[in-house]
T-cell receptor, first 112, second 113 residues
Framework: DTAVSQTPKYLVTQMGNDKSIKCEQNLGHDTMYWYKQDSKKFLKIMFSYNNKELIINETVPNRFSPKSPDKAHLNLHINSLELGDSAVYFC???????????FGQGTRLTVV | GENVEQHPSTLSVQEGDSAVIKCTYSDSASNYFPWYKQELGKRPQLIIDIRSNVGEKKDQRIAVTLNKTAKHFSLHITETQPEDSAVYFCAARKAQGAQKLVFGQGTRLTINP
């Protein structure tokens, strides 16, 4: 059973396009996150939702818009893609009664 | 906000030797410190964690130590094996306020046969 599932795994798109990445977790966790991992492997949080409510919104361009239709799903929509958006995007989730995070397999986004 | 510094950025050791990776954190309110291992092309996976009420924790060949006064924590891997080669990340998290893991910059560990 896949605990945190992201789709697609790979995404190649042209500059200026709009794209979405989907994330679903079947762990029953209340909190979900989006992290960005750049080419130097640095992991930086972008957003966090708790029970569908946005609780963390780091300094991210407003071209990035997360949406959580329910606590098991957290999607990421990116408008007007730029070359610098190329990275691996990881979805993760945490239980409400603990602090560890379980990561999805990542989505490698390449903007050309 | 919290800042986590991790050293070294790369580490190469002979198979069978020990490896140590060190992290420092800035926010004294942080009280949860996990370590993640990321193999090439894979997701980060939790390998061990420690909470601020404990000074040391061990799980087979890996151990983590925490010095709250100095605000630093370390990962120790003994009897290293080729499959230990990966990028290792430390992280810190507060109990109160925004619930997020702040990661160190990562250490690329290479085990030489």
């Amino acid at each position: 059973d896949t605990a945190v599932s992201q789709t697609p795994k790979y995404l190649v798109t042209q500059m200026g396009n709009d794209k979405s990445i989907k994330c679903e977790q079947n762990l029953g966790h209340d909190t979900m996150y989006w992290y960005k991992q750049d080419s130097k492997k640095f992991l930086k949080i972008m957003f966090s939702y708790n029970n569908k409510e946005l609780i963390i919104n780091e300094t991210v361009p407003n071209r990035f818009s997360p949406k959580s239709p329910d606590k098991a799903h957290l999607n990421l929509h990116i408008n007007s893609l730029e070359l610098g958006d190329s990275a691996v995007y990881f979805c993760a989730s945490s239980p409400s009664n603990d602090r560890w995070a379980f990561f999805g397999q990542g989505t490698r986004l390449t903007v050309v | 906000g919290e800042n986590v510094e991790q050293h070294p950025s790369t580490l190469s050791v002979q198979e069978g030797d020990s490896a140590v990776i060190k992290c420092t954190y800035s926010d004294s309110a942080s009280n949860y410190f996990p370590w993640y291992k990321q193999e090439l092309g894979k997701r980060p996976q939790l390998i061990i964690d420690i909470r601020s009420n404990v000074g040391e924790k061990k799980d087979q060949r890996i151990a983590v130590t925490l010095n709250k006064t100095a605000k630093h924590f370390s990962l120790h891997i003994t009897e290293t094996q080729p499959e230990d080669s990966a990028v290792y990340f430390c992280a810190a998290r507060k109990a109160q306020g925004a619930q997020k893991l702040v990661f160190g910059q990562g250490t690329r560990l290479t085990i030489n046969p």
